[in-house]
């Protein structure tokens, strides 16, 4: 077989299939997505996206790409934070945005924010170089089928001294806590998803995608080849979640 | 339009039938090209004619996926 490979949760794919086959993850749990997120997390990634939002500092006047940005959570809370501002969300499935549209209607946008949604392929982003003054990505990096594509196209709808900011399951370095957590993921989280969304296998392909995906060293250097600066990063809930944060130059 | 609350606290220039709001041109183009977009309010669409195709507009939402763009004939 010829055609370029790559992986889906354990599985390895066609690279033609990959984005097509998480669409498919994706349309499948939209309705449940933002419950699924704070069951399988307790909670959690919400504190994980305000320690986001802490370390980016949003200002007013900003225009955030929020990439993979899904329902709109970041998108909400850059919002909130920054004042008068401009969000856009990005993302590869329509019903994901169409759920956050619909959140939008009953969210608190600040007087003067603007919020738009787009459907979009994160490693061919449709907007013109220099954008945007901050491009983040919360959960979504490791579902991308070229890593390094979407990095580069990051850094280039970001103008001069813009800021890239991923958040993304890690690797906990403690080996004993990695035990713990990897019963706990395997062993609980396609059972939830089962139960709450209907869909087990979607929540199978998340466990083992968030397994497969680089440790923070490993994608900082990512971050650095496409031509970011000052990158660096920051564990959060002891290496489950980590920050990384690159500069335009 | 109920589902598009946010667009009441925006300056509404939006086309009412599709929910677009044409200021998103500023920042848009063509995913392939990486060319100006055009946008076409009586078929819902955004035009590229570099790339003969028109991308669709569904929700209010421009669908930049290439896969979801219909070619354009001549």
């Known amino acids: 077989m010829s055609a370029k490979t790559t992986h889906f949760g354990f599985r390895t794919v066609e690279e033609a299939d990959k984005a097509g086959m998480v669409r498919g993850v994706f349309t499948g749990v939209a309705p449940k997505y933002d419950l699924m997120n704070d069951m399988m997390s307790l909670g959690i990634h919400r504190l994980w996206k305000d320690a986001m939002m802490d370390w980016l500092a949003p200002r007013p006047g900003q225009h955030l790409l929020d990439v993979a940005g899904g329902t709109g959570d970041l998108a909400f809370r850059f919002l909130s934070r920054a004042g008068r501002a401009h969000a856009t969300v990005l993302d590869l499935t329509e019903p994901m945005l169409a759920e956050g549209r619909k959140r939008a209607a009953s969210a608190s946008i600040p007087a003067g924010g603007r919020l738009d949604w787009v459907a979009g392929d994160a490693m061919a982003l449709p907007f013109r170089a220099d954008s945007f003054d901050v491009c983040t990505i919360a959960f979504g990096i490791r579902n991308v089928t070229r890593i390094p594509d979407a990095l580069s196209e990051a850094c280039r709808v970001l103008r001069p001294g813009g800021r890239f900011m991923a958040l993304e399951f890690s690797r906990v370095p403690n080996d004993l806590l990695r035990k713990v957590y990897d019963l706990y993921s395997f062993g609980v989280i396609p059972g939830m998803g089962r139960v709450i969304a209907g869909d087990s296998e979607s929540y199978r392909y998340l466990v083992e995608s968030i397994r497969r995906f680089p440790d923070q060293e490993t994608f900082a250097a990512m971050i650095r080849d496409a031509g970011f600066g000052h990158v660096g990063y920051r564990n959060l809930t002891m290496g489950v979640a980590a920050l990384h944060s690159g500069w335009k130059l | ?74």
């Open chain 2, 1 to 74: 339009m109920t589902d598009a609350g946010n667009d009441d606290r925006t300056d509404d220039r939006g086309e009412a039938r599709t929910g677009f709001d044409p200021r998103m041109l500023e920042a848009l183009v063509c995913p392939r090209t990486g060319g100006t977009l055009r946008y076409d309010a009586a078929a819902g669409e955004l035009i590229s004619d570099a790339a003969r195709l028109a991308f669709p507009i569904r929700g209010g939402i421009p669908v930049m996926l290439v896969d979801e763009a219909r070619a354009l004939d001549d």
